[in-house]
């Protein structure tokens, strides 16, 4: 597995990691058993970074993590949580008492006195640009309440007025195949400040896997059928906010893009987002062992070729750049 240096946190962290928002809700059932696999599959294949936050499965994801680290001494894994998303989405309410709330609570479930990063979840827009925000979270660190802090963002904007803070040590943001605007901007702005990039959202919720048809469905309590409109978040967190079935034939070409890699379509899509210049980490998710695994491997791919990323580019121009690229 390639490792790299997480931004200012200055630590080293798998090119693959680990999201487990579906170990807490939104993407179907997972038992316990279930979620204890994955995580042991993702770490005996070389994964050293798990994401989550407090309000998956309103603190269950974190329970299950913290319950792995305290069975685990030594593992040499970093956690990076979230906050931010267990009040009202009102720029108001992010201040220091409440972070303070948040911080602990997560720290309480993870069983740590000190959390690794933890990152603002994608915030209302203007919190990215309150001096009393950063100030707050730099009061944190130097409390020993957090390691480091970083921002997961929704826009290329957002990013950037982030990264522009001298605190903030990573950005999270939806980077694959299907949403290139980070290479615009935002990767070469963080490269700059050092701040490290996590990208999320890369197999755009499961399309990129290639296994998708028209007919795809979903179950009731799954993202992937509740929020297509954006009616419950962001509708960019879900498929990338790409309509469903022009990414079901997106993906058809990609996967015979892939083809030629000696990957698998998901592997490759990994692979290609996890290589590109800047990047920190790449964070799928996995509902099963052989899925945690698989995504894995992609850590170790030899790299691609620049016909292949020109590639990439010109599905994304033909499908995608109209529709998606001036949203986010």
């Not at 009393?132 to 802090?149: F, R």
């Not at 009731?220 to 419950?232: I, P, Q």
Request: charged share 20%; glycine share 10%.
């Amino acid at each position: 597995m390639d490792t790299r240096t997480l931004g200012r946190t200055g630590r080293t962290v798998s090119a693959i990691g680990l999201g487990t928002w579906q170990l807490g809700a939104d993407w179907g059932d997972v038992d316990d058993t279930a979620a204890r696999d994955i995580l042991d599959t993702a770490v005996s294949s070389g994964v050293t970074l798990f994401d989550t936050a407090d309000v998956y499965g309103d603190g269950r994801s974190e329970k299950f993590i913290g319950s792995y680290l305290a069975d685990n001494p030594g593992h040499g894994i970093t956690v990076a949580t979230k906050m931010g998303r267990r009040d009202a989405q009102d720029p108001a309410n992010f201040t220091l008492a409440r972070f303070r709330e948040w911080t602990d609570r997560s720290r309480l479930n993870l069983g740590v006195d000190t959390l690794d990063l933890v990152q603002l979840h994608c915030p209302p827009t203007a919190v990215f640009s309150t001096d009393a925000v950063y100030d707050a979270l730099d009061t944190l660190v130097q409390n020993d309440a957090i390691a480091a802090y970083g921002v997961s963002v929704e826009t290329a904007d957002e990013a950037l007025a982030a990264i522009a803070r001298p605190g903030t040590a990573t950005v999270q943001i939806i980077l694959n195949a299907f949403r290139l605007k980070p290479l615009d901007e935002v990767l070469p702005a963080a490269k700059a400040a050092g701040v490290g990039i996590i990208a999320r959202v890369p197999l755009a919720s499961g399309l990129l896997s290639g296994k998708y048809t028209t007919e795809t469905t979903f179950a009731e309590n799954d993202h992937r059928n509740y929020n297509r409109d954006g009616s419950a978040f962001d509708v960019g967190e879900t498929f990338s906010g790409v309509d469903f079935d022009r990414g079901v034939a997106a993906a058809q070409e990609f996967a015979r893009l892939a083809a030629g890699t000696g990957l698998s379509t998901s592997q490759a899509a990994l692979a290609w987002v996890a290589q590109l210049d800047g990047v920190s980490s790449v964070i799928p998710g996995a509902r099963s062992v052989e899925q945690a695994r698989s995504n894995a491997a992609a850590g170790e791919a030899a790299p691609l070729s620049d016909g292949f990323t020109a590639a990439v580019k010109e599905i994304y121009d033909r499908y995608f750049r109209e529709a998606v690229h001036p949203r986010w």
